[in-house]
């Protein structure tokens, strides 16, 4: 079997050919590059649809492009050749920058941008241009809007309103409340306590926005403290926490107002700047951190790597009376990266490769090949 076939087999539920018992899952990419930050996800739905929710930063000092460097090679390892739809919460570059080169290189079926009406931002100007190029249909969403993201999903709009404030583009942003069955993730662009959120619990309080509530918050504005406010949290009450942020931003974010209040309330918190690019999957019922849920994939022998996320060895292990030939580890681009023939548990990799350079931060997959035929996978990440 080819690496990138063996990749899509460790993620059966992210490949176009989707299935009805498919999990929803939600890739949290890192956009950190220099002092680069931004919010980048991709959204997987059970029945095969794909989304992109921003697209992380684009510059020329230093020269690099979240698009090209991190969500196209993410979408290229999943098999992905179109998407059904992307999201451009507000006009900053860091949200919108990376977008341009992706609606370049791929057929995107519509964007639902903010409607930003004021002077545009370069970044911005460049986005609009591009879609407009591409032929992409442009829907401007606003408070009480569902979106179309097939019959799996419920994707409520529950912010913006018209007129916008032209003072403050992060209350611009789009806020999306995403549902399958009983799980639902909260997607809150840059939003701020003060004009942002404020508002859609005002809304909420008259009966405007049935429901708050959260199990998974993007937190707003990268962990700013101008935003996740107290009020904020009570009102949404997550379980997970997700904190899009580049490592070497210049802000201080996430701020340890934020970090603090999250952990007041025993929300677990995952960060791109710490874990890199990891996801989130559902079957509708739990979460799982960097795993598919059981019905969706996964070890059926009981492979597992320890500790997931690592920034160190990890170790892998199985059953005893599970006979192996090989285990091999794969990176998210199909590239094989470490193999230990013939395999015994537990097996120690200290994530480094040929030439003595270490693994990146990011998503693998081991790949246990049995002696009795066929293999098993598990995936983990590698953090900072």
């Known amino acids: 079997m080819s690496s990138r076939k063996l990749l899509l087999a460790a993620f059966p539920a992210i490949c176009i050919a989707a299935s009805a018992a498919d999990p929803l899952t939600v890739f ?38 979240c698009g090209t460097s991190r969500i196209l090679p993410l979408l290229d390892s999943l098999g992905v050749t179109r998407l059904d739809g992307i999201v451009a919460t507000h006009p900053h570059s860091d949200h919108v920058g990376g977008l341009v080169s992706v609606v370049e290189a791929l057929p995107v079926d519509v964007v639902w941008d903010s409607g930003w009406p004021y002077a545009p931002t370069p970044a911005y100007a460049a986005f609009l241009q591009a879609v407009e190029q591409a032929g992409i249909q442009v829907v401007v969403p606003r408070r009480g809007d569902t979106l179309d993201w097939g019959p799996a999903v419920d994707v409520e709009v529950l912010h913006p309103v018209a007129p916008l404030d032209p003072g403050n583009m992060n209350n611009a942003s789009i806020v999306l409340r995403m549902t399958w069955h009983s799980v639902t993730f909260l997607f809150t662009g840059d939003i701020e306590t003060e004009g942002g959120e404020n508002l859609i619990i005002q809304a909420h309080e008259q009966g405007l926005i049935p429901s708050l509530s959260a199990d998974v ?16 949290l009570d009102a949404v009450d997550p379980a997970w926490a997700t904190i899009e942020v ?19 309330r025993g929300i677990d918190i995952f960060r791109t700047d710490l874990d890199g690019t990891f996801y989130i999957s559902t079957d509708g019922y739990g979460l799982y951190y960097n795993s ?12 597992v790597a320890y500790p997931s996320p690592c920034a160190g060895p990890v170790t892998f292990s199985w059953p005893p009376d599970e006979q192996a030939s090989a285990l ?35 998503l693998y997959s081991a790949v246990l090949e049995l002696r009795g035929g066929g293999e098993c996978t598990e995936c983990f990440a590698i953090s900072r």
């Not at 403290?225 to 904020?232: E, I, K, L, P, V």
């Not at 580049?246 to 007041?264: F, Q």
């Open 28 to 65: 949290f990419i890192d956009p950190t590059f220099a002092d680069y930050s931004g919010d980048a996800m991709l959204v997987c739905t059970p029945d095969g649809g794909h989304y992109l929710i921003d697209g992380g930063d684009a510059g020329q000092d230093p020269a690099w492009d």
């Open 217 to 232: 918050l993007k937190v707003a504005h990268h962990g700013s403290s101008t935003s996740t406010g107290a009020g904020w």
């Open 246 to 264: 580049g490592a070497g931003n210049p802000y201080g974010h996430p701020h340890a107002e934020v970090i603090a209040r999250l952990l007041a």
């Open 328 to 362: 091999r580890v794969y990176n998210l681009m199909g590239e094989l990266v470490f193999e230990e023939s013939p395999a015994a548990p537990p097996i120690h990799w200290d994530l480094s490769l040929e030439g003595g350079s270490l693994a990146a931060p990011g």
């Open 292 to 303: 598919l849920p059981p019905s969706g994939g996964g070890s059926a022998s009981g492979l």
